[in-house]
């Protein structure tokens, strides 16, 4: 139980254009979602939270207008990278979690992750 | 300065060798404490928990001390497959922030 997929699992695209990326919960209801991004050799930052129904909480230095965030299902989460540059080339993963499960709260579940080359 | 800071390696050990990770943490205010594991070009996966007495599963011990703001992770009898770079995680706002420190990574060698 308690996976959680991405898709997709590496896109290539052009300056300029915008690159949407699914994160599901495909056995649970996923109340929270969290998106990361993690450069080569780095750690993986921290860059939005998002609750069911609500508007995303990002941290501070990220931009909401350029990484949009719609978890409009218990299941489903989207991150649209708007307007890709090449510095934004990155591995983006995304985790969820339930916690109306019963499980503890700090336990997350990641999804495989997705690489953006932005070309 | 960084919320997590970790020494990222390589640790480079012979397989059975004992190898210890430090990691230490700015927010006093964390909460919890996690070490977790990845392996190259996937995602991390939940080693263990830290909580302030320690503690031990199988090969794998966790301390945290509060008071010197670190967290540690020691390996015993390490093994081939222990190769990865481990992540130590810290926690605050209720679970609702995760920080995550760059890793160590460890190769263990036959």
């Known amino acids: 139980g308690a996976v959680v997929s991405q898709h997709p699992s590496w896109v290539i695209c052009k300056s300029g254009t915008s690159v949407k990326i699914e994160c599901r919960s495909l056995?649970?209801?996923?109340?929270?979602m969290f998106w990361y991004r993690q450069f080569p050799k780095q750690s993986l930052m921290l860059m939005a939270t998002s609750n069911e129904g609500s508007k995303a909480t990002y941290e501070q230095g990220v931009e909401k207008d350029k990484f949009l965030i719609n978890h409009a299902s218990l299941t489903l989460s989207t991150l649209t990278v708007t307007s890709a540059h090449p510095e934004d080339s990155s591995f983006y993963i995304c985790?969820?979690?339930?916690?109306?499960?019963?499980?503890?709260?700090?336990?997350?579940?990641f999804g495989p992750g997705t690489r953006l080359t932005v070309t | 300065r960084k919320e997590v800071e970790q020494d990222p390696g390589p640790f480079n050990v012979p397989e059975g060798a004992t190898v210890a990770f430090n990691c230490t943490y700015s927010?006093?205010?964390?909460?919890?404490f996690f070490w977790y594991r990845q392996d190259c070009r996937k995602e991390p996966k939940l080693l263990m928990s830290?909580?302030?007495s320690g503690n031990e599963d199988g090969r794998f011990t966790a301390q945290l001390n509060r008071a010197s703001q670190y967290i540690s992770l020691l390996i015993r009898d390490s093994k081939l497959s222990d190769s990865a770079t481990y992540l130590c995680?810290?926690?605050?706002?209720?679970?609702?922030?995760?920080?995550f420190g760059s890793g160590t990574k460890l190769n263990v060698k036959p």
């Open positions: 830290v909580y302030s």
């Open positions: 927010n006093s205010a964390s909460q919890s």
């Open positions: 995680v810290v926690t605050w706002d209720n679970f609702n922030k995760f920080y």
């Open positions: 056995d649970f209801q996923a109340t929270t």
């Open positions: 985790s969820a979690r339930d916690r109306n499960s019963g499980r503890p709260s700090y336990e997350q579940y």
